[in-house]
Structures are given as C-alpha cells and as structure tokens.
C-alpha cells in the first residue's frame, strides 16, 4: 500500500483566494507530480519535481506554482482560484528506479465559486 | 497523435464473463506498461504491471504486451460489479515520462 497523503480532501472556496494543496509521502521517493482531471476525462500533468528543488512545468498550464523544499513535501499552490480551476487534483510519487510504478494519493476534489 | 489510445467504450459485459480491454501506443521505445483502475471520484489505484512481450497473470487479472505491434491489453475474468470503474493504460516513455489513456469505462451487469 502506498503512503502518499493529500490534504483536503474537499475544498469550496470562492474566487480570487489563494489555497495551497498538501501532498506528503513517507516512502522517500524522489519522483512527484501534480495531475488534474476533470470526470470522466484523462489525467492532465500540471507540474513534477525529480528531488529537492527541482521542479518542472507539465503539459498543462494551471496557473499554479509547486516548490519541493524536502523530499516528502510537494505543494501545489493557487495564487487566485477561479472557477474554471474547479477539478480533482492528484499527487502521486514514484522512485528513480527503472519501471517503478507510479503511486496515487486520495485526490483532492476543488470547487470554486 | 497520443501516446496511448484507448477505446473509451462504455464497455458492458455480463457478470462472469471475460472483460477484454485495449490500448495501443506510439513511443516503441516505452519499456513499462501498467494498468489502473479508477472508481468514479476516486484516484487511480495500480492493479497490474508488464514489462516483457507475453501475459502476465495476478489472480482474475491478465496483462498481455505485444511490443511489435505496440499493444497492450487487460483481461479480466469472471468480471464481478465491483469491477466497474474506469481502466486506465498508462506507460513510461524514453523522455522518462508517464503517460496515460483516456481510460474505457467498463460496466459489469449482474
């Protein structure tokens, strides 16, 4: 069973505020990313980050911003929530190792008013 | 052209029977193939892995990869509900990249 933890697990807020999403994991992986997806559509790469202080912009431009300060910790933050931010955020984490699975946290279901 | 496609389906088959799913891939460099199941508003959850040409069995679930002609398929026997959800094929590129379908949506009917 993986160990990658995203909080919270639900969030409303309205537009124009900032919100940060937290995602941890204790297996000590050096690989994490940041999905979105909208139901029934495919996983979007928003960010990824190949070990401390190492980030990098994914295929989909969400106007977030990551940062990895430790190896356990990849926070995704929105600077001014819109409605059109409105999805599931996903956290997943995988190590340097040829051929490792890639492991998903819980998901973090964002609505904005 | 998308790295993985996937026949989105729905996909209906009747409670017992074999579930056959599909997806084909560009990059013939990809060495890692995996297949998640997703429930509907959860995260994706890992369920089988393949490396190799060949089948790879884990209880009900067969993953078979065929890297000649660059297919990839899940078949799941004696399909119960609790296998509907969305199957997602997803694989790992020579820029070291995941990349995953768009998912098919199976329905098992009791």
Redesign the interface.
């Given at each position: 069973e993986a160990d990658i933890y995203q909080t919270p697990r639900y969030l409303v807020i309205g537009t124009g505020k900032k919100i940060t999403l937290e995602c941890s994991q204790t297996m000590g992986h050096d690989k994490m990313?940041w999905y979105q997806q909208d139901?029934?559509?495919?996983?979007h790469?928003i960010h990824y980050s190949y070990g401390v202080n190492s980030t990098e912009k994914g295929d989909l431009s969400s106007e977030s911003t990551v940062s990895r300060i430790r190896t356990e910790h990849f926070p995704l933050t929105l600077e001014s929530a819109r409605p059109s931010h409105t999805s599931?955020y996903?956290c997943a984490s995988r190590t340097d190792r040829?051929?490792e699975?890639?492991?998903?946290?819980?998901?973090t279901?964002l609505s904005v008013l | 052209q998308k790295e993985v496609e996937q026949n989105s389906g729905p996909l209906s088959v009747p409670e017992g029977a074999i579930a056959s799913l599909n997806c084909t891939y560009s990059d013939r460099g990809s060495q890692s193939f995996f297949w998640y199941r997703q429930y509907s508003g959860k995260s994706p959850e890992l369920i089988m892995s393949i490396y190799s040409n060949g089948d790879k069995e884990d209880g009900r679930f067969t993953a078979q990869l065929n890297k000649a002609s660059q297919y990839v398929s899940l078949l799941i026997r004696d399909s119960q509900p609790s296998d509907s959800a969305t199957y997602l094929c997803a694989g790992f590129n020579t820029g070291n990249q995941f990349y995953f379908g768009t998912g098919t949506s199976l329905t098992v009917i009791p």
């Open positions: 990313y139901p029934g559509m495919e996983l790469l599931q996903l040829a051929n699975k890639l492991f998903f946290g819980s998901g279901q | -």
